[in-house]
């Protein structure tokens, strides 16, 4: 049963704190997106890697936001420090390709106090 | 700025109903286009996906491309309780992998 692996599921943190998510994506696939999503903006690109190489994070927040993919199988999306305002829902999404859907992760519920 | 647009609704059918989901994009060199679903606290989950203007029918569900006036829609025919959820439409432009999504309609199927 191929899937998108997220974790943690759930992460509650103190202001300040550093969070680290991981995704492992779908085997065989090369494309990997993260987007965090809330009530108020919806689904947010933060961003997406082909073939392990970062081609877009362009809605990421640089100063306090990384992701990097450091092997095929693992994907991992930093926050340093956390803030509340980064509470929210991340999910990784992984597919083939350019054509081909995207397939989500059951995201990380963040939640930063 | 490329923009996808839906009702949030919520858009409430009565069982056995067709629900009609709507989805406008302002990017008229849009190539694909999909609808996901998500229940609430789930990940959104792909149902269907079309290429070319006119109709794709799977099962229950049909999706409607009409790229002249720049919409997509998503015909949900004999509603169920378990369809309640929320619709993402998503659109990706040639030559970009990244797909756009709108914030997404919530439906409401009542026995």
């Known amino acids: 049963d191929a899937r998108v692996t997220q974790t943690p599921r759930d992460k509650v943190t103190e202001m300040g704190q550093e969070v680290t998510m991981r995704c492992q994506p779908i085997?065989?696939?090369?494309?990997v997106f993260w987007y965090r999503q809330t009530m108020m903006q919806g689904l947010e690109l933060l961003a997406y890697?082909?073939?392990?190489?970062?081609?877009?994070d362009s809605g990421m927040p640089k100063d306090r936001f990384s992701a990097e993919m450091p092997d095929a199988t693992l994907a991992t999306l930093k926050i340093q420090p956390s803030e509340p305002r980064d509470s929210a829902v991340y999910f990784c999404?992984?597919?083939?390709?350019?054509?081909?859907?995207?397939?989500f992760g059951q995201g990380t519920r963040l939640t930063v106090v | 700025q490329k923009e996808v647009e839906q009702n949030s609704g919520p858009l409430s059918v009565p069982e056995g109903a067709i629900a009609s989901l709507n989805c406008t994009y302002s990017d008229r060199g849009s190539q694909s286009f999909f609808w996901y679903r998500q229940y609430s606290g789930k990940s959104p989950e792909l149902i269907m996906f079309?290429?070319?203007?006119g109709d794709k029918e799977d099962g229950r569900f049909t999706a409607q491309l009409n790229k002249a006036s720049q919409y997509v829609s998503l015909l949900i025919r004999d509603s169920q309780p378990s369809d309640s959820a929320t619709y993402l439409c998503a659109v990706r432009s040639g030559g970009s992998y990244i797909p756009t999504f709108g914030r997404g309609t919530s439906l409401i199927v009542h026995p």
């Open positions: 085997l065989g696939h090369n494309t």
């Open positions: 890697f082909r073939n392990r190489a970062p081609l877009d």
């Open positions: 079309i290429y070319s203007n």
């Open positions: 999404a992984s597919g083939y390709g350019g054509e081909t859907e995207a397939f």
